[in-house]
């Protein structure tokens, strides 16, 4: 299953890597990337969609699905 997130908030390469770092703490994530520049995730795996979403808001950014 892949995800695809918009994800707020982030101005630099440290919010990059510290949203991605997140998505890989929830459980069943596979392989995560994020694009600082587009602002969106890229999420593989089997994770509950609303636990990616509060990993992603825990760190302080905002998260939606990518419709």
């Given at each position: 299953m892949t995800v695809?997130?918009?994800?707020s908030g982030m101005s630099c390469g440290h919010c990059?890597?510290?949203v991605k770092s997140a998505?890989?703490?929830?459980?069943?994530?596979e392989?995560?990337?994020v694009n600082l520049q587009q602002g969106t995730a890229t999420v593989e795996g089997?994770?509950?969609v609303q636990a990616l979403i509060?990993?992603?808001t825990?760190?302080?950014?905002g998260a939606t699905v990518r419709n």
């Open positions: 695809e997130l918009n994800i990059e890597k510290a998505l890989k703490s929830v459980a069943g994530v392989n995560a990337e089997n994770a509950d509060q990993a992603v825990e760190e302080g950014y």
